[in-house]
């Protein structure tokens, strides 16, 4: 059985602050507990038992706390500005959402598509009836439906920069 959430500060790399959940998504009616998150600095995922007992292994970390610790420590012997999130990053390339015809680099790359000129933006993505006048003047679904004008009144359309003063 799982214990209780007690707030606590990494107990590996003291970096990070491990907070309960808000009342908003304790309110979610898919809200299914306390999912155990993970520190951004050194990767260990929270489990209080095993703060508790730092010689346990096998609960929500492979290694005990102990040795979670040593590991940790070899990584910033190797590289003293280790992160855990960036080291283990790994770029998403994601067809646009707007044309289909070119591939951003990553999720929230921020490129902009040569074949319409949306720049990518994955929390536009995310809502796409929200958000105009960020990276783009209008939000995915409006961009969407001028594009698709644009390619029924323009024979070959294809983006130009200064079409819209981007």
């Known amino acids: ?22 009342d908003l998504e304790k309110a ?3 809200y299914e507990g306390y999912s155990g998150d993970q520190c951004s ?21 492979e ?15 190797e590289d003293p500005d280790y992160n855990f999130s960036e080291a283990s990053y790994e770029p998403e390339p994601h067809v646009c959402p707007v044309c289909g ?15 319409c000129g949306w720049v990518d933006d994955g929390v536009m993505e995310e809502e796409p009836d929200k958000w ?3 990276a783009n003047d209008l939000c995915l679904n409006d961009y ?6 644009l ?9 130009s920069r200064d079409q819209y003063g981007k």
């Open 1 to 22: 059985m799982e214990s209780k959430f007690e707030p606590m500060i990494c107990p590996v790399c003291g970096k990070y602050e491990f907070v309960d959940d808000t």
């Open 28 to 30: 979610d009616p898919d």
């Open 41 to 61: 600095y050194c990767g260990w995922i929270y489990d209080v038992d095993q703060a508790h007992n730092p010689d346990s292994a096998n609960g929500n970390n």
């Open 63 to 77: 290694l005990s706390l102990n040795e979670y610790k040593e590991w940790y420590k070899e990584r910033l012997k």
């Open 101 to 115: 015809r070119h591939q951003f680099s990553d999720s929230f790359s921020y490129e902009t598509c040569p074949v």
């Open 132 to 134: 105009a006048a960020n």
């Open 144 to 149: 969407k439906t001028r594009y698709q004008k």
């Open 151 to 159: 390619c029924k009144t323009i024979t070959g359309y294809n983006y």
